[in-house]
């Protein structure tokens, strides 16, 4: 079966990953990963990509980027080209060094992208004889904790999303990261849906109206108000509204609250920020809300939720 084109656009967020053929080891030392990092560099630079993280390992790269006007398959041709120059140069090889066509997941930003940041920086912690996360130097992790490093990263569109002020936003961010180091490899971020976008119905609605490239996924779910859908949550969870959107930490709502989320998002079209605004919380709560959610739905709930917004 033909591989179905990659969808591309300006302002476009992807989880890339290239494994080396065979899961052979592409970097060796420390002179492998410069060369790489430095190439990574010197191609965002010239098609004006923006980084938000990366993870270099021995056998596989992850990067986590958003497109401009040029691109993604401009960018990574030319890096996964020249770094195989590179490296068959140095251990005179010849012959192809990475596994076929790398992987490219178009993400919701919204809801992953906060998830995939902590995803790959943990990435180390996860292998089979672990490493230290907080110490691995081929990571981006560094640079939001402030260190300086090869490839321009662009960690204060995420740090601000903890807090205003850097400093109280690096310890969130730090806190975050100690939140999921037992959760393991993570199959979903890999299970992508077409094998391309890694979203939900409203992400894909959102994907056929900027491009046509998606005109075979089916978008499904109802289209409704947030009050319509903060009532019906609230009756179906047997919570009054005001528990749900309250200041509180209760932990008896949890669910419902994160039930409300995922809906305002799939079946309301309301970003993270806005919905935040609306149950009194940060959007980095929200986002984790919706991942968690989405990890283990509750369908039973949905279906009564849906049952009661046609009345």
Known sequence: MARKPRVEFPGALYHVI???????TIFHDEADYNAYLERLERYRRRDSLRCYAFTLMSNHVHLLVETGEVPLSRTMQTLQFTYTQYY????????????????????????????????????????RQPQDPWR??????????????????DSLAILEQFHRQVGAARKAYREFLLEGLGMGHQAQYYEAVDQRFLGDERF?????????????????????????????VAETTGHSPDQLVGEGR??????????????AREWSDLSVKEIGR????DPSMISRLYAGYVLKRFCSLEKQVRAKLKK
């Open 18 to 24: 290239a494994r080396g053929n065979r899961r052979m």
């Open 204 to 232: 894909l609605a959102e994907l056929q109206g900027k491009t046509q490239a998606t005109h075979e996924l089916t978008v499904k779910g109802p289209k409704v108000s947030f009050s319509r859908l903060l009532q019906a």
């Open 278 to 281: 609306r149950l009194n919380r």
């Open 136 to 153: 691995y130097p081929w990571s981006s992790h560094g640079v939001y904790l402030g260190q300086s490093g090869p490839v321009e990263v």
């Open 88 to 127: 068959n140069g140095r251990y005179r090889k010849i012959g192809h060094l990475f596994q076929g066509r790398y992987k490219a997941i178009l993400c919701d930003r919204d809801a992953y992208l906060l998830e995939l940041v902590r995803y790959l920086h943990l990435n180390p912690a996860r292998l």
């Open 250 to 263: 209760q932990r008896n709502p949890a669910a419902a609250r994160a039930l409300l989320v995922y809906a």
